[in-house]
């Protein structure tokens, strides 16, 4: 195997995963704020329909909000349409105005958050969140930015920065200044989100954690929560009953699924790296955007990897990054926002998640995928 200490150095940006017994006591305690909120006959419902009850929207999802809001330790939720970037369109929309400043991390941006950022008119600072001292120094020069924003999950292969201690340094030099994490892909998997370690706000989407397709959630402070219900009147615009019921039920799952999955994840890793597929140049894991195996290959024939993997068992697109659909293995491009940090990885690198499979799958599909595409690529020469 060649010598990779470049990549070694990314196992520091790994965010830490519940064990299975951690994961475990969460699920009870999911639970334990699901019986708070509703009857034994409440929760066997289906759930309501439009804006007949006092809350202006479905009971059942009022109902479903205060679990999760009680869950995570927030004021207040809402359960909004557009999945995670409907959340957070939704939430900067309520706090910042075209034209107003937003910090954010010098990193490769999301592309859908990018997009946000355009259409809402927002003006962006950024600074290194990896660099604390560099942080401190623009909080206390810059008085006009009304948001912090950090994403949860790594934008780069190189980032290393702690949530909760990015968070206290701003409320410590800038307690007036909003916080809002984006913690897609870290929900009932890390030690933590957002509002849990001290932000004002937090935002996911409901689907990338088994829920209905669309469904995003928004937790904080209780005044723009509420602005939010007032502004989604429209009983079209509602998440009904039924979706925030299912929302609950498959979230009760999540927390030992993703434990389990995480244990693959390293198990993937941790083969490769010992030799078992001799084309692998090495393998890290990363947060890309969900804790993922990065392979890199000794030749630049990923996407052809890619392509026929699809033969031999792998999904080769994402449909919710972790939703109720994805069972197979993920074999995958790297990510958009990690391309553009390191170029090389669009030849050699996949970006494989196991979703509901065992390492050995995994490996008997990189294999046969190898194999099948050094013979396309040596077929194509000649």
Do not use: W
């Amino acid at each position: 195997m060649t010598n990779q200490p470049a990549k070694r150095k990314y196992s520091e940006s790994v965010l830490p995963s519940l064990t299975l017994e951690e994961a475990q006591q969460l699920q009870f305690q999911f639970v334990e704020s699901i019986s708070k909120h509703f009857t034994g006959d409440q929760f066997l419902s289906l759930g309501d329909l439009g804006l007949g009850s006092r809350y202006q929207r479905p009971e059942q999802t009022e109902k479903a909000e205060r679990v999760l809001a009680d869950f995570f330790g927030a004021e207040a939720a809402a359960l909004v349409r557009g999945a995670g970037t409907g959340a957070i369109r939704i939430l900067l929309s309520v706090l910042l105005s075209p034209g107003d400043s937003m910090f954010i991390h010098k990193a490769p941006v999301y592309a859908t958050t990018k997009e946000t950022i355009r259409m809402l008119g927002i003006r962006t600072v950024a600074i290194d969140f990896n660099r604390l001292k560099e942080m401190e120094k623009a909080l206390r020069e810059d008085a006009d930015c009304k948001v912090f924003y950090i994403q949860h999950a790594r934008q780069q292969p190189s980032d290393t920065y702690h949530l909760q201690t990015v968070i206290e340094t701003v409320k410590r030099i800038r307690p007036d200044l909003t916080v809002v994490v984006d913690d897609n892909y870290c929900v009932m998997k890390t030690y933590g989100i957002g509002v849990q370690c001290g932000a004002d706000y937090s935002t996911f989407s409901g689907f990338k954690l088994m829920g209905p397709e669309g469904i995003g959630v928004i937790l904080g402070k209780k005044e723009k929560i509420d602005l939010i219900h007032a502004r989604n009147y429209s009983g079209g615009g509602q998440v009904q009953g039924f979706e925030a019921m299912e929302l609950l039920r498959m979230m009760t799952l999540t927390p030992v699924l993703f434990a389990v999955q995480s244990k693959q994840v390293e198990e993937i890793c941790r083969q490769l790296n010992e030799g078992a597929i001799e084309e692998v140049d090495c393998a890290y894991v990363v947060n890309a955007q969900s804790k993922n195996v990065i392979v890199e290959l000794k030749e630049p024939i990923a996407p052809e990897v890619i392509k026929q993997s699809n033969r031999f068992g792998a999904a080769t697109h994402p449909v919710g990054a972790e939703s109720k659909y994805e069972i197979l293995p993920l074999f995958y491009r790297v990510s958009g926002s990690f391309i553009e940090a390191e170029p090389r990885l669009k030849d050699y690198g996949i970006r494989i998640n196991p979703m509901k499979s065992g390492a050995a799958t995994v490996l008997r599909i990189l294999k046969e995928a190898i194999h099948a595409a050094k013979e396309s690529v040596h077929a194509a020469k000649k």
